[in-house]
């Protein structure tokens, strides 16, 4: 592992500073000088949000905000309770009522606010309406079956929403892709061992393979089964590689399959009971001391049902802890119960804290200083999963959530850290808490010069070629967004561009950036938040921005901002090329183009100014701004999300740095 030292031979780069460097606007279009009643109108605005965000601060230091997602969730939730006897009218009731408000108009769901509808949700939603007790002939669930139907039945679905049909005994776990809990065993050398997995899919599928390897079923009552879904109730459906190119991982990992299913019950399985004992103590060492499991609802509700699957019921400790971290994931609000996939309080605070300081609050304020204590509290400083491939490397990141230790994400990291930097100034009053996570972040660079989220080089593609990998979201490898943020912090420690480490990212962001001059996002829809964080990033470490390559990004940035002067990008393009940033404009997205030609030296031009006058426009009166799309991202074209506070957090954060350099060349002349 090479972690080469800042400046002065000091992890910080000899010093902590404010990153307020300013930029000449120097744009190739009109240049515009704000007039003084547009900057009170600004200062209005920021006045307003901060009152918000004062108004809305925990006591103990923290924001929280809503992370949605779509309704598999909570169905997979009541699905989960039903299978362990746990009834509940009333929270049925609850929960198929955010369920119904969710239905479009065709009666089918979708995975994201105005798109297409989907088969899987739609199953998922459909048998979760039938066990609450909604009858065949209910004109909701008719169109919802109408479409399923149409669509090829259940037999078309992803292999998540029959796992949990089978669990029910309405899907044949034969049909079913094998994942041989002797897998959990192998090896970090060999190429499928657990740990070139993705986090996420590591904590969802070490558990699974406990349930497909007890194949538990609980049937429903006859009235509440969703065999009118399937097209042919006669043809068992199964794996086949008849559709696949002859030449093809997919297609030889199929036939891996049909091998494995032959010797699913064969003695020669030796190593199988070994195998089961070391999946269960790895399940259980994996649980929070709060009950949670990798802090999201897959790897939460499959640690559940696989214990239960092995015999254990929901007296046993971590059932109940688990049950009960379940239940703290849920909102009730109007009558309605809904689960959210994820919590994000770390990343809330800090992110809503740099907005108040972008906005021009003082760095001692009280409600700053709590946050950043808060955070200091929540800093990691024991192994996760990530030092398999990192023995040596100490930790010292954050998570995403109030409780996930064994899964500090680099992205939090990076961003509680410039938060950290900014509030403790040259007094470096966290200084070793800084220190530390500095040195993880740089500990956890890849090979190829980039970072990506939770793990350093989970980058074997062929992973997503795997029977389960019909979401495409098997590993974790480096990525442009994640790779930006980390020069954005490096630079506010003095890191420059000819730093060795900074050198090695800048050559990936060079190898990654797109035809058009952009950078594609895996974590925000989409090439507006990748290249907008590689922009901050770039000019944070020193980069020309008036480079060739640079002025590729700004060009296209320009060109494609939206006659009202915001910008928009649909998360369909993730999977249509053509509907790259086609979508209506949006408060958080037009805010992240803003702050990436800021970050160019365009704060002057005439797209800024009307990007601001867009944001003006669409605040409340309290202070906030209305988004009913959804501008984030789980799993590129499978599950999107809809952070609550990126309507808020990013306006406030784009407003308050516009301000900032108008009113630091006003005072200086």
């Not at 061992?193 to 993705?198: A, E, P, Q």
């Not at 946050?371 to 040596?392: M, N, Y």
């Amino acid at each position: 592992m090479d972690i080469t030292e800042g400046r002065d031979g000091d992890i910080l780069g000899g010093h902590l500073r404010r990153h307020s460097r300013s930029v000449t606007a120097e744009s190739g279009g009109m240049v515009l000088s704000p007039t003084s009643g547009l900057l009170d109108d600004i200062l209005e605005s920021i006045g307003k949000t901060q009152s918000y965000y004062l108004a809305h601060q925990e006591k103990e230091g923290y924001w929280w905000y809503e992370l949605e997602s779509n309704v598999t969730i909570t169905a997979e939730y009541m699905m989960l309770l039903r299978f362990l006897g746990l009834e509940d009218p009333e929270r049925d009731r609850k929960i198929a009522r955010h369920i119904l408000r969710n239905q479009r108009s065709d009666g089918t769901w979708a995975i994201h606010w105005g798109g297409d509808g989907d088969l899987g949700t739609t199953i998922e939603a459909y048998t979760a309406l039938k066990l609450s007790g909604y009858p065949d002939d209910d004109e909701r669930l008719r169109k919802a079956r109408a479409f399923i139907l149409e669509k090829g039945g259940v037999e078309e679905a992803r292999v998540f929403t029959k796992i949990f049909l089978a669990i029910f005994g309405e899907f044949d776990w034969k049909a079913i892709p094998s994942i041989p809990v002797e897998i959990n065993l192998l090896p970090v050398w060999f190429p499928l061992n657990i740990y070139n997995f993705s986090s996420w899919a590591r904590s969802t599928l070490v558990p699974l393979s406990m349930v497909l390897d007890a194949k538990p079923v609980r049937r429903m009552p006859e009235l509440k089964g969703i065999r009118d879904l399937y097209v042919s109730l006669e043809a068992v459906p199964s794996l086949t590689p008849k559709k696949l190119p002859v030449i093809s991982w997919k297609r030889f990992f199929v036939l891996l399959d049909g091998m494995l299913k032959a010797t699913e019950d064969s003695p020669l399985r030796v190593l199988r009971n070994r195998a089961r004992s070391f999946t269960e103590n790895w399940i259980r060492e994996h649980q929070e001391h709060t009950g949670d499991w990798g802090g999201i609802q897959p790897a939460m509700v499959n640690s559940v049902l696989a214990l239960a699957a092995a015999g254990y019921d929901t007296s046993d400790e971590a059932v109940r802890k688990g049950l009960k971290a379940l239940e703290t994931f849920t909102l009730e609000r109007d009558g309605e119960i809904v689960l959210q996939s994820c919590i994000s309080p770390v990343w809330d605070t800090a992110l809503t804290s740099l907005a108040l300081l972008d906005s021009g609050l003082d760095r001692e304020h009280p409600s700053v200083t709590d946050a950043c204590r808060w955070l200091v509290s929540k800093q990691i400083t024991s192994k996760g999963d990530w030092s398999v491939k990192r023995p040596e490397l100490e930790p010292g990141g954050w998570a995403f959530e109030f409780d996930n230790g064994w899964y500090p994400d680099i992205d939090d990291t990076a961003v509680v850290l410039m938060l950290l930097c900014r509030h403790a100034g040259e007094q470096a009053a966290c200084r070793s808490e800084i220190e530390r996570g500095v040195r993880w972040i740089l500990g956890m660079q890849g090979k190829d010069g980039g970072w990506g989220a939770f793990d350093v080089d989970n980058d074997m593609k062929i992973l997503n070629q795997l029977p389960f990998g019909d979401l495409e979201a098997m590993i974790d490898p480096s990525t442009p967004d994640i790779t930006g943020r980390v020069l954005e912090l490096l630079g506010m420690l003095g890191y420059g561009r000819e730093h060795p480490q900074v050198r090695r990212a800048m050559a990936f962001l060079l190898r990654t950036q797109e035809e058009d001059g952009t950078w594609w996002g895996r974590w925000g829809v989409n090439y507006i938040y990748g290249t907008s964080i590689v922009l901050c990033g770039l000019r944070s470490v020193g980069e020309d921005m008036k480079g060739p390559y640079i002025r590729k990004a700004v060009e296209w940035i320009r060109k494609v901002q939206r006659p009202d002067g915001g910008w928009g990008e649909c998360c369909e393009s993730y999977g249509e090329s053509d509907l790259k940033c086609s979508g209506a404009s949006t408060p958080s997205q037009t805010s992240w183009a803003l702050l990436a030609l800021m970050a160019a030296g365009e704060e002057s031009s005439e797209g800024v100014i009307k990007g601001i006058r867009y944001l003006l426009k669409r605040q409340g009166p309290d202070g906030v701004w209305d988004e009913e799309w959804f501008t984030g991202t789980g799993f590129p074209k499978y599950f999107m999300l809809k952070y609550h506070n990126y309507r808020n957090c990013f306006p406030l954060m784009a407003l308050g740095r516009f301000a900032s350099r108008f009113e630091d060349r006003r005072s200086a002349t």
